[in-house]
C-alpha cells in the first residue's frame, strides 16, 4: 500500500525530480567524486599509475610525514593566528563602523559611505594584491611616502616576516568590513524606533540609546556571526595570502592552504598534500557542523 | 530635538570619522587609476598620489596593442557568459523543486541535505584537480565553467526568495491547469526577478573575478583568463616564459612599469566597476525575503 503512494507520488512529483537532476548531477560529479579521492591520502601515490591504478595503501604514514616535517607546526601556528585575529577583528570593525553610520543623520552622506566601502569587497584578491604591493612598497608605495613624511623609516610590509601577519589581517579587514556591516545595518533599521523615542523619553541620551536600545536590538545576530564564524579558524585566507607570499615571509606567513598548493601541484607530492587537505576539512567540518549545532539549538538558526 | 553640546561634538568627529574610513577605502584604488594616467617621468620621481601628473593615454595604448591581455580578457568574457548562464539555469530549476513543502516534494529533504553537504565538505585540492584532469576538461572552457556550476549559497538565497512568494498564485494556476514549468516560468520567474537580479550579478562578478581555476587547470596562455593572467605577470611567483620578459624589457625604455600594471588593474576592475551600482541596488533587496506584496 505504501509502496503504491510512493509510485503515485514519484509519478505526480517527476518534474520537480526532473529539475534537481541537472544540479544534482553536477554536484555528484564535481563534489561528491573528488571525496572519493582523499583515499590518496592513505596510499603512496604514483600518479602514472592513474588514480584507478594499482596504488599502495601505506595506511597513516603521510600524515606522520607531515607531522614529522618542521614546517608542518609553523604553518599550523601561522594559520590559526591569521585566521583568529581576522575573525576577532572582522566582527569588531564591521559592528562598530554600523554603529556610527547609525548614529549619522544625514540619509545622502549615508548611502555615499555605504557606496564607498561596500566596493573593495567585490574586487578580487588579484587585483587587490597588485594594488596592495604598489602601495606598500618600501621604495615608491604610497604608505611609506606617508611614513617617511612623518619622519618614520619605511616599512617591508610584505617582505619583513614581522610585519606580514598584521598585513594580512589589517588589508583583509579593509577589504571587508564594508559588505560585513551590511547584516549590522539591516538588523538596526529593523529595531522599532519607538523603543528610541521611549528611552529618549525617560531621558537617555545618544549613548545610552546605543547602549540599551541598539546593541541589545542586534544581539541576536552579533552572537550568531561569532558562532558561525568559529568555523573558518584553519581558514586564514588562501586566496589573499597566496597572492602575497614570498618566500621570504614563509616563517610568519605560510598557510595550510599554500602549502597544500605547493607540496600538491608544485611538488606532485600528492599523497602528503592530500592528507594535509583532509585534515584541514575535517577539522573545519567538526567545527562548522558544531557551530551550526549550537546556532540552530539556541537561535533556531536555519540554513535551509 | 534638544541636543547637548557633547552630543554635537560627537556628532562632528562622527562625520569626519566615516568621512576618514570612506577615503581610506578610496585612496588605493585612486591611487592606481592616478599612476595608470601619468606620464612616466613624474611616476619614477614618485610625485603622483591620487591626481595623475602630465596626462596621458601611453599605457592604455601599449596595452590595446597587447594581445595576450586582450586575449585573456575574451577569455573571461566567454567565462562570464557560458558560466552566468549555466549557473543561473541550474539554480533557479532546482531552487524550485527545493522551496517546495516536503508534502508537496518528496524526498526534499534528501536532496537538500545532498546539497548543503557539498558546503561543508570537500575533496579538497589535488582530488579535484585529478577529477578535472582525468575528465580531459584541460585548458578548455569547461574547466572554469563546470566544477562551480552549482553555487549552493547562491541557491538557497534563491529558495528562501521563493518561499516568499504566495502560494495562492501557485494553486490558482494550479486550478487553471499549469505544470510546475510552467509556474516556475511564468510565476516565480516574473516574481523573483530581484532575486534573479542578485544571484545574477553575483555569479558574473565572481565568473570574472576567479583565478585560481584558470591558474590550475591551464597549461597554455592562450588558455588563461584574465585575473590568472594578471595573477602571473603581476603578483604571481612563477617566472613566466622568456618572451614576457623580452616584452616587458622593450618596453622600459618608453614606459613605466607601474603604470602599465596599474592600468591592466584598472580595466580589470572596470567590468566589477559597472555593474556594481546594480549590484548594490539589488543585493539589499535580494537578501531581504519575503517582500512580494499579496
Known amino acids: 500500500m505504501k509502496k503504491k503512494t510512493t509510485l503515485r507520488r514519484l509519478k505526480r512529483e517527476y518534474p520537480l525530480h526532473l529539475m534537481v537532476l541537472p544540479a544534482l548531477l553536477m554536484i555528484i560529479i564535481f563534489n561528491y567524486i573528488p571525496m572519493a579521492g582523499v583515499k590518496i591520502a592513505f596510499e603512496k601515490f604514483i600518479p602514472a599509475k592513474g588514480f584507478w591504478g594499482a596504488q599502495r595503501f601505506i595506511g597513516l604514514d603521510n600524515f606522520r610525514f607531515v607531522l614529522s616535517l618542521p614546517t608542518t607546526r609553523i604553518v599550523l601556528r601561522n594559520t590559526v593566528l591569521i585566521a583568529a585575529s581576522k575573525i576577532i577583528l572582522g566582527l569588531a570593525v564591521p559592528i562598530l563602523f554600523a554603529l556610527l553610520l547609525n548614529e549619522l543623520r544625514s540619509l545622502r552622506y549615508r548611502r555615499a559611505l555605504q557606496t ?19 602601495m606598500l612598497s618600501p621604495q615608491y608605495g604610497l604608505v611609506n611616502e606617508v611614513i617617511k613624511a612623518c619622519g618614520g623609516k619605511p616599512i617591508f610590509f610584505l617582505g619583513d616576516p ?36 521611549a528611552a529618549a523619553i525617560d531621558g537617555a541620551g545618544k549613548l545610552r540609546q546605543t547602549w540599551h536600545v541598539t546593541l541589545p536590538g542586534i544581539r541576536m545576530i552579533v552572537i550568531l556571526m561569532t558562532v558561525l564564524s568559529l568555523g573558518d579558524v584553519l581558514n586564514a585566507g ?16 605560510d598557510i595550510i592552504d599554500t602549502l597544500v598548493y605547493r607540496m600538491g601541484l608544485i611538488d606532485a607530492q600528492f599523497g602528503p598534500a592530500t592528507a594535509v587537505g583532509l ?17 540552530n539549538k539556541w537561535f533556531a538558526y536555519r540554513i535551509f | 530635538m534638544r541636543r547637548t553640546r557633547a552630543e554635537k561634538l ?103 541535505w545532498l546539497f548543503v553537504v557539498t558546503m561543508l565538505l570537500n575533496g579538497g585540492l589535488i582530488p579535484t584537480f585529478m577529477l578535472v584532469s582525468g575528465l580531459g576538461l584541460l585548458d578548455t572552457i ?63 562578478v565572481g565568473h570574472w573575478n576567479a583565478w585560481f581555476d584558470g591558474i590550475i587547470y591551464s597549461n597554455k596562455l592562450e588558455s588563461y583568463p584574465l585575473q590568472s593572467y594578471l595573477q602571473t605577470i603581476i603578483v604571481g611567483l612563477q617566472m613566466m616564459n622568456n618572451e614576457m620578459s623580452v616584452e616587458r624589457y622593450a618596453l622600459f625604455s618608453q614606459l613605466n612599469e607601474r603604470s602599465i600594471r596599474s592600468a591592466q588593474i584598472i580595466i580589470a576592475m572596470l567590468p566589477v566597476a559597472m555593474v556594481y551600482p546594480f549590484l548594490q541596488r539589488y543585493f539589499v533587496t535580494g537578501i531581504v525575503v519575503g517582500s512580494v506584496k499579496q
Open chain 1, 162 to 197: 614581522r610585519w606580514f601577519p598584521s598585513t594580512m589581517v589589517i588589508t583583509d579587514v579593509w577589504k571587508n568590513f564594508g559588505f560585513k556591516s551590511v547584516i549590522y545595518i539591516a538588523a538596526m533599521t529593523s529595531i522599532d524606533p519607538g523603543l528610541y523615542e
Open chain 2, 142 to 204: 569547461w574547466s572554469l565553467v563546470l566544477p562551480g556550476a552549482v553555487n549552493v549559497f547562491n541557491m538557497v538565497l534563491m529558495l528562501n526568495f521563493f518561499r516568499g512568494i504566495p502560494a495562492e498564485l501557485e494553486e490558482a494556476a494550479t486550478i487553471d491547469g499549469a505544470g510546475h514549468f510552467r509556474i516556475l516560468w511564468q510565476i516565480y520567474i516574473p516574481c523573483a526577478l530581484p532575486a534573479i537580479a542578485t544571484v545574477l550579478l553575483l555569479s558574473v
Open chain 2, 10 to 112: 560627537f556628532n562632528v568627529f562622527n562625520i569626519s570619522f566615516l568621512g576618514l574610513t570612506a577615503f581610506i577605502c578610496l585612496v588605493p584604488l585612486l591611487n592606481t587609476l592616478a599612476i595608470s594616467l601619468s606620464d612616466t617621468l613624474p611616476v619614477n620621481r614618485n610625485q603622483v598620489t591620487l591626481w595623475p601628473v602630465e596626462i596621458n593615454l601611453k599605457a592604455y595604448s601599449f596595452l590595446l596593442n597587447n594581445d595576450r591581455f586582450w586575449r585573456a580578457a575574451l577569455v573571461s568574457i566567454y567565462r562570464v557568459l557560458l558560466g552566468s548562464l549555466i549557473n543561473m539555469v541550474l539554480i533557479v530549476l532546482c531552487a524550485y523543486p527545493l522551496s517546495k513543502e516536503p508534502g508537496k516534494f518528496q524526498f526534499r529533504s534528501l536532496y537538500s
Open chain 1, 116 to 134: 564607498i566601502v561596500y566596493f573593495p569587497n567585490f574586487l578580487s584578491w588579484v587585483i587587490m594584491a597588485g594594488i596592495l604591493m604598489d
Open chain 1, 238 to 253: 588562501f586566496d589573499q595570502v597566496f597572492n602575497l607570499i614570498n618566500p621570504r615571509v614563509y616563517d610568519t606567513g
Open chain 1, 279 to 295: 585534515f584541514k576539512s575535517l577539522v573545519s567540518f567538526v567545527l562548522i557542523a558544531s557551530s551550526y549545532f549550537v546556532a
